[in-house]
């Protein structure tokens, strides 16, 4: 009770101190926004009046309503609600959230403009176009209102908030952006054909009269601007925020972006009025264990680092548990591979098979078991780049650099899927922070731990090669480090790393090197060469993956080519390392593999993820130019670049939810998780058939179709085959291992053939016999459809003579 007295105390003490601010702040009239507002007022009268006078009340109407059909509805939808009085309360709440006088202004011209809108539209009680005009005349969207036309109420509305923004804000773009918003509102109720054109033009003319009569009168007057009223009024802008969560209103198109503004003013409201400020909290809470807590993170900014990448952690593990996140087809298949343990698989190195089995031993087999490893391996890699950076820099930029990646969005993508890329990038850091020790220390056994981890990152992803070719290029440049060169050390991590990448070579050499075939084959390099459109719009993206801000601070750090011969650093060990040489490390680490995928975009084509591991680099990066750029960086922003970053992929997470709440039907343009729906369904249909014929083999000409159905209908079995007539050309892993020609002649051996088409007789005169079971049907959306065609057939003679 104590403790909650101190916080009423703390939050009345701060709110009066804004309060008397504002109060006691000098206001001058801004008489000329007024005259400029009363001009265009009367402008849009004098129209109205022309309008009326040469065609009549329905004037222009026809025309502007006829542009419907080429606008998005999407568009009309959301722009028309700039003009509804609760989300423009809403947005003014999360926009000026500590604005005392101008919520105060906002008060009083929302009183004025309501009283005078309901006074006119009862007065007039005009009808409006759908009760004027046929349906096949006009466009309608949304509900088709059919009185009470005059005045726009929505116009009115709009313009009254845009006379008021024009009239606190001296700025010239905010005041244009206004009043063109305040236009579109009301052209849009043209457009979605509920209000004439007159209807728009005097309800914008009485707006901006209300709004300037209420400017006026609140900065003369300033009796309202006490915390008494002031609390009224956040009252009646808090909860027009809450009914918009709450009530789904008229147009459906426009949910997303009514209730990320209802959330975002919420949350303003309560961080700004309900949350102490910092000096207030720390009063507050002397002697409390919550203070000592958080002395401890301000002593030792590790803990709250820790804190931070746990509690990510360990909501992205829990995001897995949600219906929508199945399997994808590529995490079916490395599921498979873990089923037969081996050195390599096909197009990959092993390890990811190897990780993922630890998901499945602990919790068996489930799309849960599959992913569970993937966000820990990244939180692996945060904590590889916060201790690389505390060691060789400062706590501050470990902190930043471990955060930067852990919200960067390749990242927060991946953490909910299990690719090569988890394995591979926390092993390429754990190699970068012993490779860092071992050129600081020189002992043999930070070189031998450097060789194993860079080894088992090259039995990750083949792209791990771009880092020992870059720290060894790094050798050779660096005056001071070159020696090294002449130790055992670099070559006994070498020589380790080889023999344990090895193990993958001699898989490969096995198999005529077929991983090289298929990189061939995704790389395109056979293709038309300089493609400058491929390589911009890669760079592109990885910026975007990186993060703007992120982007923004590296490429600003790296373009000022700053000179930190003198630059400071709170190094721990022995034989520190000069900043200037780990930054030319760190360049080294990140802009080989950079550099290289960039040339295979240019050459061809290359995937955003392919050059993931530069945003080790990239974060390491960011963390120096945040400690070194201080005086000129913004800490608000970087913090405002995060949190928008984690709030995306937050949405991401939840995507299917936030649609179910908001009343959008799922379809394949409008979610991501479209491509993983259905399958699930289709493999619990695909059971019985399989309980039925248990010595059958699942046999298919689709590698999507063995994975997914592999996995939903026959956990913890590789009872496959695969049809692929053309033994030059192997496509996957089914076809490596389980190719049907391995049975043919076998007559008592069965399959069930699944198929995303009807098979055709050549097909099936492959077979002793061939019976049609039946089809497997799921349609988990509007536009989705799942159908597979089923065959039990046995007795493989071998593929017809045309499928070569």
Known sequence: MYSLQQWFSAYWA?????VEHHRNSPITLPINCMYQLNR??????????TGYVV???????????????YLPELLLQNITMFGDGVFLLALMLAITTKNV????????ASILGAILSSVLKSYFDAPRPPAVLETEVIHIIGKAYKSRSFPSGHTLTAFLLASIVYCYFQSRLIQTLALALAAAVGLSRVFIGVHWPIDVLVGGAIGLICGNLAVYATLKWRSGVNAKTHKTILVLMLLPSIALIVNKGDYPLALVMVNLV???????????????SEETAYSMMSGTKLYQFTSAI???????????????TLYRILVLTQGHFDVFYDEAYYYHWSLNPDLGYYSKPPMVAWVLSIGTFLFGTSAFAIKFISPILYAGSSLCIYAILRSFVSSSSAIVGGIVFSSSLLVGFNSEFITTDAPMLFFWSLSLLLFFHAIAKNHIGLWLLLGVTTGCGMLSKYTMGALPLALFLFLCVSARYRPLLTSPGPWAAAVLAGLIFGLNIYWNYQYDFIALQHTKEISKTDGQLFNFASLFEFLAIQLVIFGPISSYYLIKFLWNKMDLSNAQSKQRLPKAIELPEFIRCIAFATFVILIAISVQAFLSRAFANWAGPWIIGGSILVGIAIDQLRHEVSFKTIRAG???????LSIFYHWPVIQEQLNIEPSKKNTPFNRVAGWETLGQQLKPIVAKYPDALLLSDSRDLIAYLGFYAMPDQFKFARWNANAQNVRDYYDLKVNLREWQGVNSQSFIFVSKNELSEEYLSSFNTAEYIGELNAKPMKDVEREVFIYYVTGFKGYPANDK
């Open 101 to 108: 006088q101008l919520h105060w202004s906002i008060l009083v």
């Open 40 to 49: 265009i007022a009367a402008a849009m009268l004098v129209c109205a009046v």
């Open 298 to 312: 301000k002593t030792n900014p590790w803990v709250g680092f820790i804190v931070f990448i746990s509690l990510v």
């Open 14 to 18: 701060d709110y009066r101190l804004l």
């Open 642 to 648: 995060i949190i928008l970053q984690l709030l995306f």
């Open 262 to 276: 209802a959330i975002i003013a919420i949350i303003r409201f309560l961080w700004t009025y309900l949350i102490p």
């Open 55 to 69: 065609q009549g009340y329905h004037f222009a109407f026809i025309p502007l309503n006829g542009l419907t059909p």
